[in-house]
Structures are given as structure tokens and as C-alpha cells.
């Protein structure tokens, strides 16, 4: 997967209102794909250009042969064939113009034949043509990753933060109340987020295997956001598909260029070396600059949360847990600091409840036992604390915390009996 982009913070010298993704030729102007669009329709446009539409040997209904940059600039440009094809005769139809075949019953019944049969075109295309035609309607599956951008970001615009959440992947888990209400204030929250009221498509690519894919949108007319989708198939292809057969979800949004998608691992590996040399100062100004950014990264968050912990500022790193987890429920580190935070914050319930959902899957973890016989000993369950505690020794009798708790609660009580 991979995108080409070059002059993009230029508006197009046409309308002046999107980005500038390409030169035209023709006008001699960096020009944005609509405008683009607009005019190749001709197909006057120089063959030395890569985004000429190259002449079909028919007539029919088809895809344009051109270079295309997303999947909505494909749709956009055969639609416009699609007003042209209308209102010329049709070879295929004897030399009838289809729009005037739609105003009888009997041109009608042969178009909705012909539309039928169409196979080329994607789904979104064929429900256009249906509608100029007058023809009865059929429904069509449309969930190509750029229409679940488009969904997701009509959504962000009515801020119908919940109804969003059906278009992330894995969104089963925010069957989980405590994960839904966090994503919903988290998104709620965001300054850009919320305040979405106009969005350009400027590019999109998919993964070779096709399982993976980045649109790149203008926000506002000048903010960046790029959103990184999966195909929770899983299904491997070798061509990319634009008829949208795959259920494609959003991964995450990056509030920035594309390429930042690609150096995630750099900087992720970079803020957690800093952590680890102790850097405090500097960790803390790329992990501020960067959970601007990477909104939906559950390392970004896991490393924050990792950096207020060390400073031993709880809420901080217990919130910063908290995302990590709604994002990726299965990791079991960020579940145990999430658990921990939360009890040293106070919340001794959530702590334990999570704590004890690690503990089925890894029944000896001396950490986890010792930390809930500590929640049992301040809910005052002394034997339960003490049973814990002893069965820590019984799985290592060289742990040290389970000893010295022990030793401090047989001293706490003799002091009593005295």
C-alpha cells in the first residue's frame, strides 16, 4: 500500500476551494481531480497525459480507461458518462437514445434488461443510472471503504458519536459500557472531530493483499485526516476491487498526512526508548504532540499512560489506560496497568474485576494475586486476603510481596494480641 501526493497544500487553480493533487495540461494549472474530471469528459485532453480517457471501441455502459486516484473520482467520472450515454443514440440499442427509450413502457422494460446485465460498473453507479432512467430501483450492497469514510464522516458531522461505532472494526466490543462511553467522549471531545462540517477526498490506496486501505481527506479546507480501514473478511485478492464486495470497517484516524501512517512504528519505538532512558521531559512533549495526531493508537496511549504512572499522576494514567484497553481489549499488559491505575485511584471495584479477568486467563500470576489480596484486605476480607497471599507462596515460595505482606499482617497482629 502506498500513495503518491505531491502539491497537495496548493488549492486547485480552477475551483479554489479543493486541493491541487495534479498538472493539467490542458490548462497548464495544478488543478484538484473533480475539475479534472470535469473536462476530460471530453476526452480532448493530450495523450500525453496520464489522466486522458482513452476511447472505448463501443458504446456501452462501461468504466472510463484512465488513471484514477480514488474510488470516488471512479465513480465521479462515470457518472458523468453516464449523463452523456443518455442522451446519445445507443448502437447497442438499434440507435436509440436511452433517455428517450425510458419515457415507454416497452424502452423501459428493455433498459431494465440491459442495466441487469451490467457487471462492470460499481453498485453506487448502477442505483445513478436506475434514477435517470426512471427505473425501478433495486438495492445494491455499497460498502467500499470510501463509502464507509463517507458514512463515518456524514456521522461526525450530525455528531452521532454512537451511531459511528458500527463502522469501526471489532465493533462487538463496545458491547462493553465502559469502552462505549470512553469512545463517545473521547470522540465527542475532539476539537476537529466535533467540529466537521465539510470534507474533500483528495486521495486513497489499498493494500496489495487488499485487506488494508487509507483515504486521505481536507477537513474544513485545511485540516488533514486520514482514515485506515480494515477488511474484517480477511480474504486475500490480488486486484483491487471497485465493486466494494468486502466488509470493510475503520481501524483508525490519523489526524494528519498519510505518511505519518507509515512511521508509526519509528515513533512508537522512539517515545518508548526515550521512557526507557529515563527521558521524562522528552517522552512527555512526543507523547503530547503525538496523541494530537495519532488519536487512535492504543501504543501512544499505552506509552502515555506508562509516563504519568511513573510520575505517579493516577488519573492521568489511568484515563490514558483506559483508551488503550477500549481500543485493543485483548492486551494483557494494558489491562493489568488499566487495573492497577484504577485501584490506586480508588477504584477498587473496576481494579478487581479486571484483575480477575487476567487472572482466567493466567491463574498463577503472582502480580495479580498479590495486588487483589491487597483489594481483599481493604475491603476487610482478611481471610480471603490471607488465603491468596499463601497461595501465592504456594505456586513460589521465594515471592517477596507475598512474604512481607504476610510477615507484616502476623506483626500487625501480634502487636494486638499483646
Request: glycine share 4%.
Amino acid at each position: 500500500m502506498g500513495l503518491e501526493i505531491a502539491k497537495l497544500r496548493k488549492k486547485c487553480n480552477i475551483c479554489n476551494s479543493r486541493r491541487a493533487q495534479r498538472y493539467c495540461l490542458r490548462k497548464g494549472k495544478d488543478i484538484c481531480w473533480v475539475c479534472c474530471n470535469t473536462m476530460r469528459i471530453d476526452k480532448q485532453c493530450p495523450h500525453e497525459c496520464a489522466y486522458t480517457i482513452q476511447t472505448h471501441t463501443d458504446q456501452t455502459v462501461q468504466p472510463p480507461k484512465t488513471k484514477i486516484d480514488s474510488y470516488a473520482e471512479h465513480i465521479n467520472l462515470i457518472l458523468s458518462e453516464i449523463d452523456k450515454w443518455t442522451e446519445l443514440p445507443e448502437q447497442y440499442f438499434g440507435g436509440q437514445i436511452p433517455s428517450e427509450m425510458a419515457q415507454t413502457d416497452k424502452g423501459k422494460k428493455v433498459l431494465e434488461e440491459y442495466v441487469d446485465s451490467i457487471n462492470v460498473i460499481p453498485p453506487k453507479t448502477k442505483i445513478y443510472l436506475r434514477k435517470k432512467l426512471n427505473l425501478s430501483p433495486k438495492k445494491e450492497k455499497l460498502d467500499h471503504y470510501e463509502d464507509i469514510a463517507m458514512q463515518f464522516l456524514d456521522l461526525l458531522f450530525e455528531q452521532e458519536w454512537e451511531k459511528s461505532i458500527d463502522l469501526m472494526s471489532d465493533n462487538h466490543r463496545y458491547e462493553n459500557n465502559l469502552y462505549r462511553r470512553n469512545y463517545i467522549k473521547r470522540r465527542s471531545s475532539n476539537r476537529l472531530l466535533k467540529r466537521v462540517n465539510e470534507y474533500h477526498l483528495i486521495i486513497s490506496a489499498i493494500a496489495e493483499t487488499g485487506n488494508e486501505a487509507l483515504a486521505y481527506f481536507e477537513i474544513n479546507g485545511k485540516y488533514d485526516l486520514t482514515i485506515h480501514f480494515v477488511n474484517e473478511n480477511k480474504q486475500e485478492t490480488e486486484e483491487i476491487n471497485l465493486t466494494g464486495d468486502k466488509k470493510w470497517r475503520i481501524e483508525s484516524l490519523i489526524l494528519g498526512h498519510p505518511q505519518i501512517y507509515y512511521s508509526l512504528a519509528e515513533i512508537e519505538r522512539q517515545i518508548s526508548a526515550l521512557l526507557g532512558q529515563n527521558k521524562q521531559k522528552e517522552a512527555g512533549e512526543q507523547l503530547e504532540k503525538f496523541v494530537e495526531i495519532l488519536i487512535d493508537s492504543k501504543e501512544i496511549f499505552a506509552l502515555y499512560g506508562m509516563y504519568y504512572a511513573v510520575k505517579e499522576e493516577y488519573a492521568k494514567a489511568n484515563e490514558k489506560f483506559l483508551t488503550s484497553v477500549e481500543m485493543d481489549p485483548k492486551s494483557y499488559d494494558n489491562r493489568y496497568n488499566f487495573a492497577f491505575t484504577s485501584t490506586m485511584i480508588g477504584n477498587q471495584q473496576i481494579g478487581k474485576q479486571f484483575y480477575e479477568e487476567l487472572l482466567k486467563e493466567n491463574p498463577q500470576d503472582l502480580k495479580i494475586l498479590n495486588n487483589i489480596a491487597v483489594i481483599y484486605l481493604n475491603d476487610r476480607h482478611i481471610d480471603k486476603a490471607l488465603d491468596t497471599w499463601r497461595k501465592c507462596l504456594e505456586i513460589d515460595p521465594k515471592f517477596e510481596l507475598a512474604k512481607k505482606n504476610l510477615d507484616r499482617f502476623k506483626d500487625l497482629s501480634l502487636k494486638k494480641n499483646k
